[in-house]
């Protein structure tokens, strides 16, 4: 089903709930049982165009012309409905914001200026409508005699609206805006305004789009469309899958079959090399071969044996951006924060500020999806001559003959063995089941049409997974397959709920890792998730988005230690596909076709503009008949952002807004008349304040303000009672937000984060159970007892930070385990802590900072069953660290960070750590020795230390060179760390910002690159 019809059936089924006017409601009903019943033929439909467009596609002849002019007309078809539904759709939504206006209005005025929205204006709904009768009628007719689709027994029994109706209709609703008003019209006016001609026009509105519909269907007839020919998506949407056991399979089978050429990368990248400039190596194939997987894999297990290291997702031309990536990643993995004015460097402060950090630095850059030579020109002019680089570049065209080009490898595609693993794996994530032979046999016909492309075996894999194991079901996918391109038939398998959420994915810029739970509180806010009776709208698009995942339309990114998945990304592939698909079903419009030319789009509906769209003049985009947006997506880079917000109030049918890296330091007051806004992202910008318009979002879901300098929210934030979401600052800062709003009428928070804390907030918490992130700062002593009785009545909590005022000490009167806390964050001391987070069965990340515990966390914490991360920055005043065996049984990752009064860790016991993968120990001067058995741990991947004695460091080498794990050791100075001593006098702890960088790059690099299965020796690959 085309997504514009799907969007449009939730649209009315959403509209026709809340609709108290029972005529209205009975008209808008009519319409969505009309295109309920062109959903089969559209099935079929879609799919004859897809084997018409398909890229696959061979030996057409003569013979077959008259096939192509049928599929052509089927795609005609197709776009008419698309069209119809998106016009259907604009008038229903601006119908609602025209209810919101009219009844959010306070007085008799404020109605009657709410009621004009109705009939007066340039692109009113009136307006709208008057349009889409005018336009049907003329297409009615003209379709009707040219094609002769009706016979005269139809067109007798269709009653049209003429010409005159329409214009007698224009001419009284319009009457109260005209100066000379006639006196025949004086005594009707005021019902015209009240809405006795608003119901009128919505009727005639209602018969047209029905009747225009019953002709496309009959259309359908003609063209001999058939209901349901060929594989629908199954009955449930998805997969009864574990999570994260499926994420863990899907990340075993990424690199299945590439262990030669990832050995051979690695091998390469450990070579001494005598030269002093950039060794570069090329991993070159075609397109959906694993060219960036494999680098992935690659990187992840490498990039600790570099001094620094940065991944570059390169665009279709060098852009200053492109430096502004590798400078980030080069500075994250210094655990250094990047320079708050970094997006308005220009290119020579960009390469001044990487040559100095990489002067005699072995370094690793990895350069995704480089497409010409220019581009890897313009980053190694930013490198210095004495920096031990390696250079890997990934391309879809053959980079061999680069004169500076060291090594280069070819990835094959897979051997049939390999493919038909990968399928097997992929169809079955749970476990590898018995295969009937006539279901193998179909699969190896099914691979023998993939031809050894990974890319196409796993996503249908992905497809196959929600399949029984039947040969009928097999066989018609196979059949489709031999006919058109994987993709498609992929796409065509979704849900339309799935296809728009896929849809909008792709409007993410190329190659961009996109946080998941962010794109899916844009879903949300969209109207794209499907409903469930026992979940919340987030636990559903979670599970929307897991199903994306399992069917490979969209990829993981990052992956977290316990295996959820943070980010994601849209192959090329997928991209190109998903803005085709855009374009032809009106949901989104691109700017630039691929040639890189500006495009004209007729009314974008999902507009996103990034650092590519830059190149269009803003001449070029004011053009843009813009008035009916849903979604604007401002990305980073695009340069002509300041210039959109400006007329933002022209948008007023948006229910996304999200700005990226805002120069300006305010938001026009204007934005108060989004009545329609769900989402508002601010993310990164430079405002300093919010307008006091945002009360008038009523409808708002989401805010987010995070690395923003706005410190206070405006007053009167109680009439947005919608809110789920408020992002005011990140956990690590000690920056908090303002909030003088009685909190306990957002009865739908689920995340508070960034808050400062007040006797009202604490009493307010406790009115809001349904919580699952909270993050609070400046809390005092006087705060203790309540905000603990608060957070116990939160049993869904997940994560929760808390962070003391400066110069408090608060005590811990929390009993509640909190059953399903999974991260914790504490910055401050607070008294019996200990106690408490050793009942947090579930708890995976654990942060403490300035904590100043006497008690050694170590043995206290060391049988949390879930435990995956523990970090201890200035969090313990002891001297001693130990613990027994079989301690930490999960834990992949352990920072001992400015503990300065520490001297000891005992002998790692057998059975501890035992899937300990990185160790991390920073600026702790009276750390003697590493503990004895540290060199036994098989897991290790990765020691770093920063900062610490000479004599440390070198037993430090000696456990490297004699451990069995064959860790990799990295040593480096963290200025920001040494920086500060104890001059200052009475300063009884570090104040959080010194490490708020160092904490965030711990957290971020656990989620980094989806981590590979480590290969054990040269013969196992």
């Known amino acids: 089903m085309a997504v514009p019809v799907g969007n449009l059936l939730r649209k009315l089924k959403e509209c026709i709930s809340h609709e108290s006017n029972l005529l209205i409601a009975v008209h808008l009903e009519q319409i969505k049982k009309v295109f309920e019943r062109v959903k089969p033929y559209l099935r079929d439909a879609e799919w004859k165009r897809d084997l018409h467009d398909t890229e696959w596609r061979r030996n057409v002849n003569n013979q077959e012309e008259l096939k192509i002019k049928k599929y052509e007309k089927i795609s005609?078809?197709?776009?008419?409905?698309?069209?119809?539904?998106?016009?259907?759709?604009?008038?229903?939504?601006?119908?609602?914001?025209?209810?919101?206006?009219?009844?959010?209005?306070?007085?008799?005025?404020?109605?009657?200026?709410?009621?004009?929205?109705?009939?007066?204006?340039?692109?009113?709904?009136s307006t709208k409508i008057q349009q889409f009768l005018s336009r049907s009628h003329q297409q009615t007719n003209s379709i009707i005699n040219g094609n002769g689709f009706h016979s005269s027994h139809q067109m007798r029994s269709h009653r049209h609206i003429s010409s005159e109706n329409n214009v007698s209709v224009v001419r009284n609703l319009t009457l109260p805006s005209n100066r000379a008003c006639p006196t025949d019209s004086t005594t009707s006016w005021h019902k015209h305004l009240f809405g006795m001609d608003s119901l009128e026009l919505l009727g005639q509105f209602s018969e047209k789009a029905t009747k225009e519909m019953q002709r496309l269907i009959w259309e359908a007839l003609n063209m001999n469309l058939v209901r349901i020919t060929h594989v629908q998506a199954a009955a449930t949407t998805v997969p009864a899958h574990d999570s994260r056991r499926a994420t863990q399979m899907i990340l075993e089978t990424s690199i299945l079959g590439r262990q030669e050429?990832?050995?051979?990368?690695?091998?390469?990248?450990?070579?001494?090399?005598?030269?002093?400039?950039?060794?570069?190596?090329?991993?070159?194939?075609?397109?959906?071969?694993?060219k960036t997987t494999i680098a992935a894999a690659v990187y992840e297990s490498m990039r600790h044996h570099f001094n620094c290291h940065a991944w570059a997702s390169v665009f279709q031309s060098p852009t200053t951006s492109l430096l502004q990536d590798v400078l980030r990643g080069i500075l994250k993995s210094m655990s250094m924060m990047a320079p708050r004015n970094i997006d308005a460097m220009n290119d020579a402060s960009l390469r001044e500020m990487i040559r100095s950090r990489l002067v005699g630095k072995k370094f690793l850059l990895v350069l995704d999806d480089v497409m010409k030579k220019d581009e890897w020109e313009y980053v190694k002019s930013a490198l210095p001559q004495d920096c031990q680089a390696k250079i890997l570049l990934t391309s879809g065209t053959n980079l061999q003959y680069l004169p500076d080009c060291k090594y280069a490898i070819h990835i094959p595609r897979l051997t049939p063995q390999n493919a038909f693993n990968l399928l097997q794996k992929r169809v079955c994530l749970q476990q590898t089941t018995f295969w009937p032979s006539v279901v193998k046999s179909e699969a190896e016909e099914i691979l023998g049409i993939c031809k050894g492309i990974p890319l196409a075996i796993a996503t249908i894999g992905g497809l196959l997974s929600t399949k029984q194991m039947e040969t009928k079901e097999w066989t018609i996918v196979r059949h489709m397959l031999s006919q058109a391109h994987f993709t498609p038939l992929c796409y065509s398998d979704l849900h339309a709920v799935l296809k728009s959420c896929f849809l909008y994915a792709a409007l993410f810029p190329l190659n961009s890792e996109i946080p998941c739970k962010r794109l899916q509180q844009l879903w949300i806010a969209e109207g794209f998730v499907q409903a469930r009776a026992t979940m919340t709208a987030e636990e559903a698009a979670r599970l929307q988005m897991e199903e994306l995942i399992w069917r490979n339309m969209i990829q993981m990114a990052q992956v977290g230690l316990d295996g959820e998945v943070e980010t994601c990304r849209v192959l090329r592939p997928m991209r190109e596909f998903a803005l085709k698909r855009s374009e032809q079903d009106k949901f989104s419009s691109s700017l630039l076709d691929r040639s890189g030319n500006a495009l004209q789009p007729e009314r974008p509906h999902h507009l996103s503009l990034s650092a590519e769209s830059s190149s269009i003049p803003i001449t070029e985009v004011d053009k843009l008949n813009l008035s009916g947006m849903y979604s604007l997506l401002l990305f980073k880079g695009y340069k002509h952002q300041p210039l959109f917000i400006t007329s933002v109030s022209s948008f007023r049918l948006l229910s996304v807004l999200e700005i990226q890296h805002l120069t300006r330091d305010d938001l026009p007051d204007s934005v108060g008349d989004l009545g329609l806004l769900r989402y508002l992202g601010l993310r990164g910008t430079k405002l300093k304040k919010l307008?006091?318009?945002?009360?008038?979002?009523?409808?708002?879901?989401?805010?987010?303000?995070?690395?923003?300098?706005?410190?206070d929210l405006p007053d009167g934030l109680e009439g947005m009672k919608m809110l789920r979401h408020l992002l005011l600052a990140g956990s690590f800062g000690d920056k908090v937000v303002n909030l003088v709003v009685a909190i306990e009428v957002f009865k739908d928070l689920q995340t508070l984060a960034g808050v400062g804390v007040t006797e009202g907030i604490t009493k307010g918490l406790h009115h809001l159970p349904q919580l699952q992130k909270l993050s609070v700062g400046e809390v005092k002593s006087c705060h203790s007892v309540t905000l603990f009785?608060?957070?116990?009545?939160?049993?869904?909590?997940?994560?929760?930070?808390?962070?003391?005022?400066?110069?408090?000490?608060?005590?811990?009167?929390?009993?509640?385990?909190?059953?399903?806390l999974e991260k914790l964050r504490i910055g401050g001391p607070i008294d019996n802590l200990l106690a408490w987070i050793?009942?947090?069965?579930?708890?995976?990340?654990?942060?403490?900072?300035?904590?100043?515990?006497?008690?050694?966390p170590l043995s206290a914490l060391q049988h949390l069953p879930s435990l995956v991360l523990l970090s201890l920055c200035n969090a313990y005043n002891g001297k001693e660290i130990q613990f027994g065996t079989r301690a930490f049984l999960k834990l992949k990752k352990l920072s001992i960070l400015r503990c300065k009064k520490l001297e000891r860790w005992t002998a790692m016991k057998d059975g501890a750590m035992g899937k300990l993968q990185t160790l991390t120990i920073a600026y702790c001067p009276n750390f003697t020795r590493l503990p004895r058995g540290l060199g036994e741990l098989t897991s290790l991947q990765a020691l770093q230390v920063a900062d610490m004695p000479a004599h440390?460091?070198?037993?430090?080498?000696?456990?490297?060179?004699?451990?069995?794990?064959?860790f990799s050791l990295l040593v480096r100075e963290t200025t920001q760390l040494s920086a500060y001593t104890d001059a200052k006098p009475g300063h009884k702890m570090l104040p959080i910002s010194m490490f708020a960088h160092l904490m965030r790059n711990i957290e971020e690099t656990d989620k980094h690159l989806p981590r590979q299965p480590k290969l054990k020796d040269k013969k196992e690959a």
């Not at 229903?92 to 009657?112: A, E, M, R, W």
């Not at 070198?954 to 451990?963: H, V, Y």
């Open 789 to 820: 009785e608060s957070i116990d009545h939160m049993k869904f909590l997940r994560s929760l930070t808390i962070k003391c005022a400066p110069e408090e000490h608060i005590d811990m009167i929390s009993c509640n385990p909190l059953e399903n």
């Open 76 to 125: 005609r078809w197709v776009s008419q409905i698309a069209a119809l539904a998106v016009e259907v759709e604009e008038i229903i939504v601006t119908y609602d914001l025209y209810l919101f206006d009219k009844n959010t209005s306070g007085s008799l005025f404020s109605k009657f200026l709410s009621s004009r929205f109705l009939i007066v204006g340039k692109d009113t709904l």
């Open 952 to 966: 440390f460091i070198k037993e430090a080498r000696d456990i490297q060179s004699t451990s069995t794990s064959k």
């Open 838 to 856: 050793e009942k947090l069965h579930s708890l995976k990340y654990l942060y403490l900072w300035d904590c100043l515990l006497m008690k050694d």
């Open 691 to 711: 307008p006091t318009s945002l009360k008038k979002l009523q409808r708002l879901q989401t805010l987010d303000i995070r690395d923003t300098f706005i410190r």
């Open 261 to 290: 050429e990832v050995s051979k990368l690695e091998s390469w990248l450990m070579v001494e090399e005598e030269q002093s400039d950039p060794v570069i190596i090329s991993v070159t194939g075609v397109g959906g071969i694993g």
